[in-house]
């Protein structure tokens, strides 16, 4: 089984901030295989360009969740992706929408994420 993490989990996991995740998160992080949705890497350069949250680029990131946790980037098919995307009506956040939709086109895989607007539109997310 997969889980998906959010950005903003992703990078609490590359900082090993681990005190900063709910304990039900990290159970399920503990248990399960994990992705990331592409457009989490570009949410993470987007906050290393600005300087938000994280002092390294999204590669690096990457690199470093893939050999400590084993995070694998999602390769699902971006058309199909973005179709399911164009129905979340419930933001207008982008990065959001497709994150969301990535777990849904993934059977409807758990999301691991603190965003209260994904907890309340999203029915799979842990948290």
């Not at 084993?70 to 129905?87: D, S």
Request: charged share 25%.
């Amino acid at each position: 089984m997969s889980a998906y993490l959010d950005t903003h989990v992703a990078v609490r996991l590359a900082n090993a901030d681990l005190a900063a995740i709910s304990p039900n998160a990290l159970d399920e992080i503990a248990k399960t295989d994990l992705l990331i949705s592409p457009l989490v890497l570009l949410e993470l350069e987007y906050l290393f360009e600005l300087k938000k949250e994280t002092r390294i680029s999204a590669d690096d990131l990457r690199r470093k969740l893939e050999y400590e946790l084993g995070v694998k980037v999602c390769r699902l098919n971006f058309q199909e992706i973005t179709a399911i995307a164009a129905g979340e009506k419930w933001t207008r956040d982008p990065f959001d929408r497709i994150i969301v939709a990535h777990a849904k086109a993934n059977g409807l895989s758990p999301l691991i994420s603190a965003d209260r607007l994904i907890m309340q539109n999203y029915p799979r997310c842990i948290w």
